[in-house]
Antibody
């Protein structure tokens, strides 16, 4: 079955770049679907960050667009998130998920922004 | 942005109760809406897609309805494992947006 797994540092310093990868197993990300990122600050609701379509086209939340890059490596069957100039407000659980309606989710990875 | 107004923000209910959660979209989104259940420390799980289609493996006590701007998630008979937080998501227009969530607690 299709599985998604997030990975990356759990602690990032303010003003630095947050980098996460979502590795997909059981399906080729270049075959179909949107592949996206969602985050959830502690005790708060969900926010869609952005997605990359199977053809490589990207879609970003305007609230993050100036700091955000989502890319993919089809040879490794993973897609990645880079968020620059992070602050404490970027502290959150970060999830990756498949498709527009987010049918399959990774387990999430907690990222804290702190010096 | 399309705003999703979800209500109530929380509710207390007993096992066996019928529970209804509503999401209103600030503009029409056809049926591009999903419902998700999240338990503490876990990733959200999709329950309903395309506003009214039941995700495979999800109990039939969950149902979704609506189209356009008003949507409803109904749990026909609340079970102990249903106590969780529920979110709606619209994926009709960018940015995709979630409702604020509804926490379903034990009465």
């Amino acid at each position: 079955q299709v599985q998604l797994q997030e990975s990356g540092p759990g602690l990032v310093k303010p003003s630095e770049t947050l980098s996460l990868t979502c590795t997909v197993s059981g399906y080729s990300i270049s075959s179909g679907y949107y592949w996206g990122w969602i985050r959830q600050p502690p005790g708060k609701g969900l926010e869609w960050i952005g997605s990359i379509y199977y053809n490589g086209r990207t879609y970003y939340n305007p609230s993050l667009k100036s700091r955000l890059t989502i890319s993919r490596d089809t040879s490794k069957n993973h897609f990645s998130l880079k968020l620059t100039s992070v602050t404490a407000a970027d502290t959150a659980m970060y999830y990756c998920a498949r498709d527009r309606s987010l049918d399959i989710w990774g387990q999430g990875t907690m990222v804290s922004v702190s010096s | 942005d399309i705003q999703m107004t979800q209500s109530p923000s929380s509710l207390s209910a007993s096992v066996g109760d019928r529970v209804t959660i509503t999401c209103r979209a600030s503009q029409g989104i056809r049926n591009d809406l999903g419902w998700y259940q999240q338990k503490p420390g876990k990733a959200p799980k999709r329950l309903i897609y395309a506003a009214s289609s039941l995700q495979s493996g999800v109990p039939s006590r969950f149902s979704g309805s609506g189209s356009g701007t008003e949507f409803t998630l109904t749990i026909s008979s609340l079970q102990p494992e249903d106590f969780a937080t529920y979110y709606c998501l619209q994926h009709n227009g960018y940015p995709w947006t979630f409702g604020q969530g509804t926490k379903v607690e034990i009465k």
